[in-house]
């Protein structure tokens, strides 16, 4: 499953260290992109099929606001009224943000998109406690999850079903079929053709370890290939019929499952994050404990040499990657990196 988390508890979560160069000739370098007035520090976590990028930045107080970045120019979005914090997971060309709202107070989350630059929470299936925007395309298809509170042996559980907020009927939610009827589901992504990548758990008491990747499109879905002795898959993005994401079979491992469902292995890598619609990929190998080398890959090769201490969050179209780059004077800036 995506977690998103205000940007000083990434940065806790996640520490970098620069790995060695690889052989590939080019050099990554950066740009730094502008916080809008009052915001302190910030993360680029999406990109769309044009130039633009898309996130969140924090206030002194800890209040994160959604962020597009077009042309170089930061635009405030803000947060959805009523709620404190707006996590960013998809932008599409038309500058439609998508994400999830934590509240002020308790504990409810909220699927929301951008209206203009206003946020707007999605509508959500009698019975939701909570819902979550995932990814958009630039149709304005919209994919996610919502959460309800199932009791089961005593014990109360969060189940989750994946579900599609359709561009061609606004204001609709409709629960993904043709999906397994129990367990739970998670509407991770959606690629530009609609087709929407899922995540299955078996059952709904591990929200953690899911065993099956499904392809859905149009009411009808199938299964992502796996190797024998596979107890757990990752699924995080989808770009042009590619998905990426991880294998577990006897340790993690980052897999893109390439458009005829064969899966190859980016060397030296834990997990793909992201791919852009040539197949470039980011992703990341944990060094030791906590601590993260994310690097670039173009099919399984590392691509370029890369320096300073930077998180990749997302593969973009245009061929950069952006994330955030972080020293011991600036906490977490929002960058992208292009290689030449």
Known sequence: MRFSYPVVVALALT??????ASAATCTWTSTNLPLPSGLTQGVVRAADSLSGYAGEAQTSGGTVHAVRWVGGQAVDYGTVPGYSH???SGVNKSGTIVGHTSATT???QRAFRSVGTALQVLPEPAGAQ???ANGVNDAGDIVGEVGSNVTSGGSTYLVRTAVLWPASAPGTVVKLGGLPSTGQTLGQAVDQDGTVLVEYYPTITNSIDATALYLWKAGSARVLPTPSG???VYGEAISNG?????INAGGMVGAVWEQDGSITKPVASNLITSINRTGQTTGWKIVTGLTAAHWVWQGTAKV?????QRTFEVSADNGTVA????NSTTFSQPAFWRCS
């Open 242 to 246: 590619r998905v990426a994401g991880a």
């Open 323 to 326: 994330g955030y780059s972080w």
């Open 15 to 20: 520490a970098i260290v620069s790995p060695t």
């Open 230 to 232: 596979t107890t757990s």
């Open 86 to 88: 707006a996590f960013v």
């Open 106 to 108: 308790g504990n409810r």
């Open 304 to 308: 370029g040499t890369l320096s300073g």
């Open 130 to 132: 909570h819902s979550w």
